[in-house]
């Protein structure tokens, strides 16, 4: 009765408009002191606990450099050199938008991040090229998503902070994955590019231009390499990459000379507030994780779950299908927290695959993000593109099959999916 009391509870709440973050804080203070004994200070500190991890100290730090790419004209230039790439083809500007999106993923390490960078420039490039909106929109809400798959990404710290997994395991999983789902992104791009109207470019590009072009992007390049690098050849810890990361992006500005004091302070601005909603929902989520920890509510909510303890595959399908449910109400940092380390035991007692279980939780993650009600990414660029829900999600549906397919792949066919990530682990 409790879960389904708590789980009205916060929907009212979120109905009411009450943000994300003081729902689940006061849903947690509210039957804490309704069926327990526990003090109100003795909450408080485990509102502390709840963002006391070190592996998280890598977010802010991440979320700085990324700032410092949006202005320091890094973000730009990687766009620029993604059209370099591939803009020679029909429907050209549709693959830069997803090729941007994998530069974008490795730097920002959010979706949102990734969704409004690449959305401000290439959105309207595509529109005034003759793309249609919705397809603009979908296109760059999709490829958005692969900024939670691809390091350094954000909710891969989060989840490894309360699952135990490396951080450095997770991102060496991701970027095969990651890129995986990327070609796949490609692939609908060009049989959806082929029904647009738009082209990207009236001439050829000379093979000595994107030499030349290459060499001016050189710092930006060195941002996202020696992120990975630094993370895959083990000279870094993932927070000590994330203080470089922010070194370098500071060191590529002051190359580029593009961004002035004033903006670096409002880098620092932005990512300070971008900081403070990520951790504040952390705090909250790991309030009312103890809440139910400590009030059985995670035991009655896992015994219906325990007659398939026997089948892994079950269990990843029901996991998928309650996170998919539960990602159409919250956000996918609320799914993480809260939910899913309810899932963890009953995982490990049926030896599913620590690493198969983190990237089924993150495909969904990503798909939760292009289906609204709570789709932060597709509100973004439909938004940018100045579109309706109904003109991209026609469009967006297409992407949201790619990352289903990986699914399902990676629930029925783990080895296959994980060849690559554990030879890169070993």
């Known amino acids: 009765m409790t879960p389904l009391l708590m789980l009205i509870v916060i929907l009212i709440l979120l109905v009411l408009g009450v943000p994300i973050a003081f729902t689940l804080g006061l849903t947690a203070v ?80 959010t979706a949102v991040g990734a969704s409004a960078a690449v959305g401000q420039i290439v959105i309207p490039a595509m529109v005034d090229k003759g793309y249609r909106r919705g397809f603009s929109a979908a296109t760059t809400s999709a490829g958005s998503s692969l900024g939670i798959l691809l390091p350094p990404s954000v909710p891969m710290i989060l989840y490894a902070s309360v699952s135990g997994i490396s951080v450095s395991a997770l991102f060496m999983t991701g970027i095969p994955i990651g890129l995986t789902i990327a070609a796949g992104f490609m692939v609908v791009a060009y049989f959806l590019s082929a029904k647009q109207k738009g082209e990207i470019i009236e001439k050829s ?168 009600p709570v789709a932060s990414g597709l509100y973004i660029t439909t938004a940018l593109a100045k579109a309706t829900m109904w003109e991209t999600s026609k469009y967006n549906v297409w992407y949201i099959l790619v990352l289903l397919i990986v699914l399902f792949f990676m629930i029925y066919f783990p080895e296959l999916m994980l060849y690559i990530p554990n030879l890169l682990i070993d």
């Open 205 to 372: 590009i000379k093979v000595e231009n994107v030499g030349i072009e290459l060499l001016k992007n050189i710092p930006a390049l060195l941002v996202p390499v020696i992120i990975l690098g630094s993370i895959l050849t083990g000279v870094a810890t993932p927070t000590e990459s994330a203080a470089i990361a922010v070194f370098v992006g500071i060191v590529a500005a002051l190359i580029y000379r593009e961004m002035s004091m004033k903006d670096f302070f409002v880098a620092i601005e932005d990512s300070v507030r971008t900081t403070a909603f990520v951790m504040f929902i952390v705090a909250c989520a790991g309030l009312l994780g103890f809440a139910f920890a400590g009030l059985g509510v995670g035991h009655q909510m896992m015994e219906p779950l325990l007659q398939f303890a026997n089948d892994p595959i079950a269990v990843m399908l029901i996991t998928s299908l309650i996170l998919f449910l539960g990602g159409l109400v919250f956000d996918g940092t609320v799914m993480v927290l809260v939910i899913v380390p309810l899932f963890l035991p009953l995982a490990d007692a049926v030896s599913v695959d620590p690493l198969q279980f983190a990237m089924v939780v993150l495909i969904v993650w990503s798909i939760g993000q292009q289906t609204p």
């Open 30 to 109: 509210m039957f804490i002191v309704l069926q327990s004994d526990f003090s109100l200070t003795f909450m408080t500190q485990q509102l502390y606990l709840g963002a006391n991890s070190f592996p998280l100290l890598a977010i802010p730090l991440f979320i700085l450099a990324g700032s410092i790419m949006n202005y320091s004209g890094i973000s730009k230039r990687l766009i620029n050199l993604a059209l370099l790439i591939v803009g020679i083809f029909k429907g050209g500007l549709a693959y830069v938008n997803v090729v941007a999106s994998v530069f974008f993923g490795a730097i920002t390490g």
